[in-house]
């Protein structure tokens, strides 16, 4: 199946807390997954991905965690500051088919 | 936004009336997206294109038409719009074959009254 689920859908941190989102795919021909960052009024612009060949990427306080056996890949945000405040889609892609499908998104918002 | 350009940005229609909007990129990619984006939903694909004149449709491609007679112009068009089409709509480009990274434009915020 082509479906992505994505939780929890709104999610509040403190300043310098941790932010984890999570997500579940079903097909395991997908071989891509990335994460977007969406600000109020922008579009989405890509964050940070990962290949299933691996099962953790870092960059910066962004981390994206990948469970291949469980299905799952989650994206930590440490030391979690207020101007990231945004909504999160994780999303999943396999090369053959050239296109992504998005999870429902989670608006994470950062208290100071 | 890697030269996307969407128009018109925001907009405000009648039901049954035929609508189109426009998604512009500068950089001959071969790959366009067409997206909605509905709290709860996320994006869905509406339709995409790998080329001119070749489209193929997305999961939700039912109400909808689209159109690329040029590289750089890919357009979508509401035959007669409905208010479940109201919405966010995206359109996106690939930059490469076999890289499914997806760079969006701003947006076009339809409401279909």
């Known amino acids: 199946q082509q479906q992505v689920k994505q939780s929890p859908q709104s999610l509040i941190v403190q300043k310098g807390g941790i932010s984890i989102i999570n997500c579940a795919y079903e097909?395991?021909?997908?071989?891509?997954f990335p994460w977007y960052q969406q600000f109020p009024g922008k579009g989405p612009a890509l964050l940070i991905a990962?290949?299933?060949?691996?099962s953790e990427k870092k960059e910066g306080r962004f981390t994206i965690s990948f469970n291949k056996s469980a299905k799952q890949f989650s994206l930590h945000i440490m030391d979690s500051q207020p101007g990231d405040s945004a909504t999160y889609f994780c999303?999943?892609?396999?090369?053959?088919?050239?296109?992504?499908?998005f999870g429902q998104g989670t608006r994470l918002t950062i208290n100071p | 936004d890697a030269g996307i350009t969407q128009s018109p940005r925001h907009k405000v229609t009648e039901t049954g009336t035929p609508v189109t909007l426009r998604c512009h990129q500068t950089?001959?990619?071969?790959?366009m997206y067409w997206y909605r984006q509905d709290p709860g939903h996320g994006l869905r694909l509406i339709h995409y294109?790998?080329?001119?004149?070749?489209?193929d449709k997305g999961e939700v491609s039912d109400g909808y038409s689209v159109s690329r007679s040029k590289t750089e112009d890919f357009l979508l068009t509401l035959e007669s719009a409905t208010s479940s089409q109201t919405s966010v709509y995206f359109c996106?480009?690939?930059?490469?074959?076999?890289?499914?990274?997806?760079?969006f434009g701003q947006g076009t915020r339809l409401t279909v009254v």
């Open positions: 999303a999943a892609g396999f090369q053959g088919a050239q296109k992504l499908v």
């Open positions: 950089e001959n990619h071969r790959y």
């Open positions: 996106a480009i690939s930059v490469r074959q076999g890289n499914t990274e997806a760079f």
């Open positions: 990962i290949r299933p060949d691996v």
């Open positions: 294109s790998y080329g001119v004149k070749d489209t």
């Open positions: 097909n395991t021909a997908f071989d891509y």
